[in-house]
């Protein structure tokens, strides 16, 4: 379901930017000591055995050229938009597939 965005939020070039309240509210909230704040609508975990670790991990991103042959370039843009994380992930199963499995420098 998508919700309108509150009329007091300014968006600037696609990034939210807060309104000075609600800067104040925040401050007032990271001022708030942990034991006052009222976590019992929350429960509590302790069993982690379900978790998944890395899985919300979003390497960062370069900007590199990288030449490729024209045949190469042409088959990995046949499947449309996407073609570039197509390659990253072509690269990045063979890099997993090492014996070594280096980790990027």
């Given amino acids: 379901m998508k919700t309108e965005p509150s009329e ?3 968006r600037i070039k696609g ?3 807060l309104t000075e309240e609600q800067r104040d509210e925040l401050r007032k909230l990271a001022a708030t000591p942990d034991r006052d704040i009222d976590t019992s609508d929350i429960p509590e975990i302790t069993d982690f055995s379900g978790f998944e670790v890395g899985k ?3 390497p960062i991103k370069e900007t590199v050229t990288v030449r490729l042959d024209s045949d190469v370039l042409h088959w990995l843009k046949q499947g449309g938009k996407g073609y570039q994380s197509r390659l ?3 690269l990045r199963k063979e890099m997993k597939a090492q014996p070594n499995n280096r980790k990027a420098a």
């Fill in 88 to 90: 990253n992930a072509i």
């Fill in 8 to 10: 007091n939020i300014v």
């Fill in 56 to 58: 919300f991990y979003r």
């Fill in 15 to 17: 990034i939210l930017k």
